[in-house]
Each structure stands twice: as C-alpha cells, then as structure tokens.
C-alpha cells in the first residue's frame, strides 16, 4: 500500500468521526458554484405545506447533515464510490424567508431548482415536508427543463399516502400542500402519471375511494398489501415496465416505512404494517441503469425522533442510494464514451 493511498484511508476513516467540523451532508465540500459540480445535494427547510400542527419537518435537513458523517462512503453492490466518480456538493439549504407562507415558499423553491436544472446539476434533497416535491419538479421537469430534456418526469413515488388529493381545494391553508403535489404536477405538466408508480400505499383511509384521484390521474398505486403479494422483484419489473428510460424522480416519504423503523415522522400509520429497509433498498437498487434525475427524501421529524436519531439514519441511508443511481449511471455512461 503506497503511502499516499495510506493518507487517504486515513482521512476517509477519520473524517467520518462527527463530533467535529463544520456538518456537510456527507461531509462533501459546502460549495455553490453549480459549475463544479455534477450532483448537488440540498436541505429544504419546508414545513409548512403539511399544514399540521406538527410542523417540526423543516428541522429535517439540519438532523441528516449531523448523522451523515457516519454514513456508508462506496456502494459494495455496485462496486462505487460516488465521491470519487461524480463531483458532489453540498449546495445549502434554500433559503425560505417567507417560512409561514406555504404558497411563497413553493415559488421560492421552484425559483431556486431553476438554477440548478439550468446548470445541469442533478439535485438529491432532503426535506423538509412533502410539499417541497412540487416546488423542484415544477423547476426540473417538464417543457423548460434542461434536467428532463423538456419532457415530463415520471415518478417513483414511496409513501403511505398517494398525496393526489385534488378533491380538496386545500389542506388546512396550504394550496400547493403536501396532499397535493402529485396531483398538480400532472395537471401542470411537469410529471407523467401513466408512466409513474406510487408504492407502498397504506395509511389509514377516512374514505372507500381514497386511491380514486391517484388512479383517475393514471398511476400505478402499488398498496403494501399488493407489495406483499407481489413481492420485491415482481413490483421492480412492474416499475420497469412503466419508467422506461424516461427522465426519472424518485420522491421518498419517511412514512411509507414501518413506525418500527422510522419513528420520526409527520404522519405516522402505526395501525398497519409499514415497508422494511429490505424491502426499499432492494426496490431503489433494482432502479440501477434508470434515467434518475434527481430525487428526495422527505417528512423528516428530528423533535419526535428515537433518541439514537435512527429516522435520521434511515433518511441518510435512502439519500445515499439515490446518489449512488445517479452516479453509477453516470460512470457507465463515461465508460461508454
């Protein structure tokens, strides 16, 4: 082993101590020059299109970036290291200055993802409440979007709750909420539904047809309970089928996964049975090769967390693999050329 090899375990080892420094996600360099850069991570610090009184979810990406020190560095299944095949930084947080205005704050949002599709930085973010989903989609997908080459993005979409709820005209205030984005993005024309999958619908329905305005929009809703009977590979070639090599964004709410393995979440859905890391993990690796173009991890709760901040963990864990889709696919297409 050379000793410059030695100096560079070395750091890689130590640095991920995280008592110290400044906390970057995944201690990747705090630089916004979009221009150096191939993958832009970015904190939303959105709460407010929950419309809730638990509103603790914009306190997310600053609990991701003191955890993810500590996170995998290189993807063994791949045979990976992200940090060294694509050029990562941490971009900050958008900046919300009119925080208590949900509307104000979508636009903001999408203002500030229309920076980064313009550049050709593929954003991986951390929420922030569901809602944050539509302010970046409606920046990097659709017409005027360099990210998605003027086409409409499709979705892979976690969650207990199909957030298509365009029979409501709002929830609680809040228009572009986090019950409404999957419906509005496919009106607007940012996101394809007929070529987009919802998985691991549970929650605790108030009404007989609540998947009605998700499956009237066109998408594939994939219950927990058709995951169980269908199982991991059956549900990744029904999303292959429907993805295709279009312009996909994977958006990823905390609560599609049991309370047991992320307790830290807005909306919890403690009377049924939720998703496994097993289970996510084996479905976002099967997306390996897709056309990713970006993607979120969502509804963080830092206040109602376990005290060893395992939803903390688990949210790095997903964010980690969808940069790891990203920049695999971006190293085999380098290979190529």
């Given amino acids: 082993m050379t000793e410059t090899k030695k100096q560079r375990d070395h750091a890689t080892m130590l640095d991920g101590l995280y008592w110290w420094g400044v906390p970057t996600l995944f201690r990747c360099p705090h630089d916004a020059d979009l221009s150096a850069c191939d993958i832009g991570l970015v904190g939303v610090p959105h709460s407010t299109g929950n419309g809730t009184t638990e509103r603790d979810q914009h306190l997310g990406p600053r609990a991701v970036r003191n955890v993810s020190a500590l996170g995998r560095r290189v993807h063994m299944k791949f045979n990976l290291d992200p940090w060294h095949s694509c050029r990562i930084h941490d971009l900050g947080d958008v900046p919300l200055p009119h925080a208590n205005n949900n509307e104000k704050c979508i636009e903001h949002i999408t203002q500030f993802y229309r920076g980064i599709d313009a550049a050709g930085v593929k954003p991986v973010s951390v929420g922030g409440d569901h809602s944050v989903t539509g302010g970046i989609l409606q920046a990097i997908a659709g017409k005027q979007a360099k990210l998605s080459g003027g086409e409409k993005a499709v979705l892979l979409h976690f969650d207990a709750h199909t957030d298509a709820f365009h029979n409501l005209d709002h929830f609680l205030g809040a228009v572009k909420s986090a019950a409404h984005w999957a419906s509005y993005l496919v009106r607007d024309g940012h996101v394809d539904a007929a070529h987009s999958v919802q998985l691991g619908i549970r929650g605790n329905p108030r009404t007989l047809d609540w998947l009605e ?27 292959h089928r429907r993805v295709g090599d279009r312009p996909l964004y994977i958006t990823f709410d905390l609560d599609c996964l049991d309370p047991t393995v992320a307790p830290g979440v807005a909306n919890l859905e403690a009377g049924c049975e939720g998703l496994r890391m097993a289970d996510v993990t084996r479905v976002l690796q099967g997306m390996r090769g897709r056309n990713v173009i970006g993607g979120d991890v969502v509804c963080l709760m830092p206040s109602k967390d376990s005290p060893n901040q395992i939803t903390a963990l688990v949210a790095m864990s997903i964010l980690f693999e969808i940069i790891c889709l990203i920049a695999d696919r971006s190293a085999e297409s380098s290979t190529a050329n």
Wanted: net charge negative; with cysteine; proline share 4%.
């Fill in 213 to 239: 305005p998700s499956l009237d929009l066109g998408y594939e809703v994939i219950s927990k309970d058709a995951f169980d009977e269908l199982g991991a590979q059956r549900c990744i070639d029904i999303i």
